[in-house]
């Protein structure tokens, strides 16, 4: 079955500096998803990637799935209080789009 | 305003006891799967529905049942819980059951069984 992986498990970071979370597959991504949350709330969708070597932006947050689409990494420039929380990675388990598995997540600290 | 919406949020019950955690979406999304998530262990898929009448086991569904009798609802129930099902239980919902569609979740549940 497929597993992600995710580094660091936890990240303080002084506001304003630049940060990157991975997110690791044993087998090929279809789909991979990031999501935030704060804790003991629901997830906040952030980005999709489909094709290796793609990239999304949004705000200040980067995701990118590298061309083997075995790892993905979100980057964070200029971080903020308000960035502070749980990154979660997940996939598509297989290509049916029918099982999902999550990653353990990175907890995300941001000092001000 | 789209929506997933789970019921209750908060429940303390004790170990045999039968109960269900409803889930409602708004979409009419066909896709709808439940997870729990465990300090350590992350979110783990209990069971998924890829339509009305259509369910299938997840990783852990070791404990729960759930219908889908409509599509707009998916409940999870517990037949007679353990406090090893102590846990914060999540409700998602898709377009259909296709790869590279995004996951909508509920606000979560927050479940401890004495």
């Known amino acids: 079955s497929q597993e992600l992986e995710q580094s660091p498990q936890s990240l303080i970071v002084q506001e304003g500096k630049n940060l990157t979370i991975n997110c690791t597959s044993s087998k090929t991504l279809y789909g991979l998803y990031w999501y935030k949350q704060k804790y003991g709330e629901g997830l906040i969708f952030l980005m999709m990637?489909?094709?290796?070597?793609e990239e999304k932006s949004h705000e200040k947050i980067t995701a990118k799935l590298d061309e083997k689409k075995q790892q993905s990494s979100l980057h964070i420039t200029a971080s903020q209080p308000s960035h502070a929380g749980i990154y979660l990675c997940g996939a598509d388990a297989d290509n049916y789009g029918q099982n999902f598995v999550f990653g353990p997540g990175t907890r995300l600290s941001v000092l001000p | 305003e789209a929506q997933v919406t789970q019921n209750p949020r908060y429940l303390i019950t004790v170990t045999g006891k039968k109960l269900t955690v409803t889930c409602s979406q708004n979409m009419n999304h066909e896709y709808m799967s439940w997870y729990r998530q465990d300090p350590g262990l992350g979110l783990r898929q209990i069971y998924y529905s890829m339509n009305v009448e259509v369910t299938d086991k997840g990783d852990v569904p070791e404990g729960y049942k759930v219908s889908r009798k409509e599509k707009r609802n998916f409940p999870l129930i517990l037949e007679s819980p353990s406090p090893n099902q102590t846990s914060l239980y999540f409700c998602?919902?898709?377009?259909?059951?296709?790869?590279?569609?995004?996951?909508?979740f509920g606000p979560g549940t927050r479940l401890l069984v004495l």
């Open positions: 998602a919902t898709r377009i259909g059951g296709t790869w590279g569609e995004t996951q909508y």
């Open positions: 990637l489909q094709k290796g070597g």
